[in-house]
């Protein structure tokens, strides 16, 4: 697998890289998205916004995804509807609508993320003590579109910690043409990663020295392989997606 990464905040490759190595992920983080895109198997855009893409590359990343890409869009201050992703071609690949302007929401008390469903991405993972996150892109799910995680605000009361029974889409999953899509409205780094980096009962060792918890490597490498384009083995001419 080849995964194409692109990264518009400074701070998060580092964390990135080490899940991704962690995960045995092939990446390539070039300066300038590619013209083409049959080498790749998945496209990360992370906190990546729609002007420093260009509509040229945005189109080619619809088209691949059309053909069997998969593309996984990751929150932050200039992703989605801040990122200008709503008059951007992948407007029509994603499985929400983006909002035409400021569309983050930061939580001063918390939120966590809530498991709606048993999905793959989700498999494995320890939902009963989620991470807890410091915000989000407000994200409206497609018709279409399959909803797994939720995040539901943390508040303080007299009575101890309460955790609000209904909340904001937080993993989006869709598909275009031949390609998986997932939106996830949460951030892989500051500012709004709180304590997902650290997620996990083990730590896994990034190429710098830097640590990132296993269950953030876990969900990052389940969000990618179910996104990817599935690959033909030797003497297989059809894959059947799961």
Known sequence: MMVLYLEGDRCSPKY???ALEGAAIQWRAPQRPPPEY??????????????????????????????????LMVGGWSSFGRGGYARSPLAEV?????????DRHASPSGCYPWKLEEHPILGGLDWSRPPVLCGYNRLVPKPAA????????????????????RGAPLLVLGGHGQGRVVAFAGDLAP????????????????????EVGSAYVALLAQMIRWAARPRPRVGQARV???
């Open 16 to 18: 990135v890289v080490a």
């Open 94 to 102: 994603l499985p929400v609508e983006v909002e035409d302007g400021d």
């Open 240 to 242: 059947e997606r799961l």
């Open 191 to 210: 500012h709004w990663s709180g304590g997902l980096t650290d997620w996990g009962e083990s730590t896994v060792a990034g190429p710098e020295g830097e």
């Open 38 to 71: 049959a080498e790749y198997d998945a496209v990360i855009l992370s906190d990546y916004p729609a002007s420093t893409l260009g509509p040229r590359a945005a189109q080619a990343i619809a088209a691949a995804v059309h053909e069997g890409l998969g593309l």
């Open 146 to 165: 399959e909803v797994v995680l939720e995040a539901r605000e943390a508040a303080l009361t007299p009575e101890g910690p309460h955790v609000a029974r």
